[in-house]
């Protein structure tokens, strides 16, 4: 059993920063790539950030200068600092992990999501 549990999220105005933070925890033996999704009302899940075990980070282009994805594997925990936040950014966000369990089997898990509202 695994899990991931998120903090961090809120409201702020335009222009100000966030930080998300997510620790999986739980039967792990290997986490191969960690990162942020998120959803806004009416609108698909999308992809945020992501980074893999060797540090190789991945933006989608609206974040691309004012989001920055890192993590500390020996904490199992990834973080997700937000700057210059704007209104389009208000979404709910997942953390994600692609996380090996044993040697041989793995799966995605997912948290249980948290709210960024930003507006003035």
């Known amino acids: 059993q695994v899990h991931l549990v998120e903090s961090g999220g809120g409201l702020v105005q335009p222009g100000e920063s966030l930080s998300l933070s997510c620790e999986a925890s739980?039967?792990?033996?290997?986490?191969?790539?960690m990162g942020w999704y998120r959803q806004a009302p009416g609108k698909e899940r999308e992809l945020v950030a992501s980074i893999t075990g060797r540090n190789i980070r991945n933006y989608v282009d609206s974040v691309k200068g004012r989001f920055t994805i890192s993590r500390d594997n020996a904490e199992n925990t990834v973080y997700l600092q937000m700057n210059s936040l704007k209104p389009e950014d208000t979404a709910v966000y997942y953390c994600?992990?692609?996380?090996?369990?044993?040697?041989?089997?793995?799966?995605?898990?997912w948290g249980q999501g948290t709210q960024v509202t930003v507006s003035s």
């Open positions: 994600n992990a692609r996380i090996y369990s044993t040697a041989t089997t793995h799966g995605d898990y």
């Open positions: 739980g039967s792990i033996f290997r986490i191969i790539t």
